[in-house]
């Protein structure tokens, strides 16, 4: 049964969000924008909030490369999420989003690309890689691009949030 390029690929990324959608069972909001704490030592590592921003920045950014529409993204969303940003600690919560909207505006995006995925023609992910540099040395076509954003890199990320939820006494998910 032959399968296009976009339909493996909507098929990676549907199975990285069940992961970050069981990833999210039992955590507290008080704790989505905080490092872990174990033995009393607070552990610098990626929590939750960052690992759900900054992958809800690549929603859109697949959609634009695929020629669809993107939902905006939160001007503030850039400025703590990009791969540039820095995970911080939020004791007070007033450095991050909601929980309830990192959450909301990853899901939001990540379902519009698995519908635009498994529509967008063959041709297209064929297309080179818009990226400079080592992106495209490493991803050198649109679908090469996109397969490794729904699946590695997610995957990766929501590797952070599973070690997370275990130093935070959650278990796995």
Known sequence: MPRSLGNVIADSLQLSIGYADRLLKDVPAERFARFAVVGGQIVESNHPAFVYGHLSL???KILHQIGCPAPPVPEHFEIRFSKDAKCVDD???????SMDEIVTFFHEGHRMVTGALRSTPEDVFQQSNPAEGRMKELFPTIGSVQAFYCGGHMMMHLGQVSAWRRMEGLGAA
């Open 58 to 60: 690549y929603a859109p």
């Open 91 to 97: 004791p007070d919560l007033d450095l991050y989003p």
